[in-house]
């Protein structure tokens, strides 16, 4: 899971939460219906318009898998994999299929099947690789892109339930004691902003540049398989796949020679 995004949901709401209980007033006072229902209704309506409603909902499966799912990417460990790949495979240690299954990431399972079915060539594989990669990235950052297209609504309609509040209000001006109304008229037609501008800043805004950052790193590992699959097709030396891969790391990060034996 992912630790970090848990996190900072949970900060947010209880900043939130903190905020609203030192202005002294009573929690419930917040819980307003009318607020709820056209921030939240008028968001899935706008959504409903500009996407279809299958990739509204699939959304949902895209924070709970990509971003407060497994988020670690484990560079080193692929690249062992790939360097225990191609020893157990020039070798003859393991056929096709075997050495596919020695592969955890889907992607790099794909790659490997297509070296070892033997037909296509260096530039081949490269080519089918480096289109499916930008078919991955297309898609990732489109995810990413409705996040953050979702996040304009909120405020906007937040707004809409504080005019609709700041119009109930003015209809009483000029009856009895009308005055005695105008100040809780008023905040309860605010709590309406407050949704709009809380869920916009604390859940669709966020969760779109994390899943932007989320598929920067992704993209880099399914680079590093690419160059891998093409050197494995090549039979090169351990050494020189070890160091070539290593080049897509920083410094610090790269595979030394006793971790590599």
Known sequence: MNISSLVGVLVGLAVVAASLTETGMDLKFFLNFHGVVIVCGGTFAAAAISYPLNKIFMLTKVFFNRLLGKSKIDYQATIEQMLDIN?????GLVSGNDAANLATH???KEAVILVADGVLSEKEIRAVLEQRLKTIEYQYHHEAQ?????GKYPPAFGLLATTLGMIALLQKIGQPGAEKLIG???????????YGIGLANL???PVSDALVDKTEDEMALRRMMVEGAV?????????FM????NSFLMPKDRIRRKSAA
Request: zero cysteines; charged letters at 20%.
């Open 146 to 150: 409705m996040f953050k297209a979702l």
């Open 184 to 194: 809780p008229a008023m905040a309860i037609g605010l709590v309406g902003t407050l």
């Open 242 to 245: 070890r160091e070539n891969l």
């Open 231 to 239: 050197l494995l097709k090549q039979r090169v030396n351990p050494l």
């Open 106 to 108: 889907p992607f790099l």
């Open 87 to 91: 020893k157990k495979f020039s070798l």
């Open 203 to 205: 859940f669709f805004i």
